[in-house]
């Protein structure tokens, strides 16, 4: 069989199970199953040399500038619209406990408090009034601490203030890889 086949390829016959067949001229075309080794063996490569390009030093260096990069980007995409909720929504907690405040201090001093020292109409006097007052304003203060430490709002104009800025979440981006960390737990 091996002579009927060299015989056959000496005189250009073509054969069904030959990988490659010849024309007129004696010119040789491979086969689609050729064509397709070839192309699979280039992409073979292709994707080797990629791999071992990008598990280099200067690949890893890439990958991280790319993932740091993108991650700003990303951070900075999904926090600003929250960031801006919790502003909007600590800043309508703090004007109505500063309403509410008003209204509290105005109703005590005009109804429960007297100018008179020995008052017997039972107002209190003075000094249990700045005590009231004053518990008041320390409730407020207290809300104010608590409001600063949930939503991170320091009284700021929600309109105007971006804490997530690129180079900010950048920073955050890098610091998630590192172990130097952001300096507040996120």
């Not at 990958?63 to 999904?78: D, I, K, N, P, T």
């Not at 929250?82 to 109505?96: M, P, T």
């Amino acid at each position: 069989m091996l002579a009927a086949h060299d015989a056959s390829a000496a005189f250009g016959i073509q054969r069904d199970d030959m990988s490659s067949y010849y024309d007129d001229r004696h010119r040789t075309y491979p086969r689609q199953n050729e064509l397709d080794e070839l192309e699979t063996s280039k992409t073979r490569q292709c994707l080797k040399k990629a791999t071992k390009f990008l598990f280099s030093h200067i690949g890893l260096v890439g990958l991280v500038v790319a993932y740091s990069v993108a991650g700003g980007f990303l951070f900075q995409l999904l926090e600003v619209h929250q960031e801006k909720v919790n502003c909007q929504e600590a800043y309508g907690d703090q004007i109505a406990q500063i309403t509410q405040l008003k209204q509290n201090l105005v109703s005590y001093i005009q109804y429960n408090t007297s100018q008179t020292v020995g008052s017997t109409d039972g107002k209190d006097n003075a000094t249990i009034a700045f005590a009231k007052i004053g518990s008041m304003l320390y409730e407020y203060r207290d809300f104010v601490i608590y409001s600063s430490s949930k939503y991170r709002f320091y009284g700021d104009n929600c309109s105007i203030i971006n804490k997530w800025t690129y180079p900010n979440a950048l920073l955050f981006a890098i610091t998630v890889i590192t172990t130097i960390g952001y300096g507040n737990i996120t």
